[in-house]
């Protein structure tokens, strides 16, 4: 059927195992601006946690809004608000299936970082993890937030970026994790100099790491 919001026609793909309500862990996993699910399918299999499951939304014309993320709030709209009602209604049907935030994670690289970081700091609402592999917040100004400072309640939250990136300004990197540390996140902050706009392999280990943090602490 399809809807006012481009991004809710498609419905998102599962990877891993298909038992979602008792996997320790259901990861959902946002792609960047010109991929497609298949990627993060990928990174995934790279991470190697067995028992997970993952659901991997699709980008309506793979892309979760048009402009850049540093450009301000209106230029990106309606695309922007269409985005994250799909990432609220996609964790909001996993919660009503039996997948709980307790037990959600949240995973996105670059447009889908930024969206999936967006999403977290303006609603407050604290899940299993996150990890935000190369982005930050949206608009073009540093902000503050109107949820409260122990919003999230020692959520573990791994963010992770190049210092050479052309997309991604570090600074920008730095004002999230300030934000995430603002609201009672537990922030993991790893910065390499990879000159490459891409997942590599030592990321990877960071994620694995912070799942097994995760899985640890249920």
Known sequence: MMTSNPHLN????????????????????????????????????????????????????????????????????????????????????????GVPPERTVLLGFSQGACLLAEYLLRSGRCYAGAALLTGGYLGPDEKSWATGPGAFDGMPVLLTTSARDTWVPLARVHATTESFVELGASVRLHVDDDPEHHINDDVVSHIRRLFDTITTRR
Do not use: C
């Open 10 to 97: 498609t419905e998102p793909l599962q990877h891993g195992v298909d038992d979602l309500v008792h996997a320790p862990l259901v990861i959902y996993a946002v792609h960047g601006r010109g991929q497609q699910p298949q990627f993060m399918a990928e990174v995934a299999d790279r991470i190697g946690m067995n028992g997970a499951g993952y659901v991997l939304p699709r980008a309506e014309s793979a892309s979760w809004y048009p402009e850049s993320f540093l450009k301000p709030l209106a230029e990106n709209e309606p695309s922007l608000s269409h985005a994250l009602d799909a990432v609220d209604t996609h964790l909001s049907r996993l919660a009503a299936q």
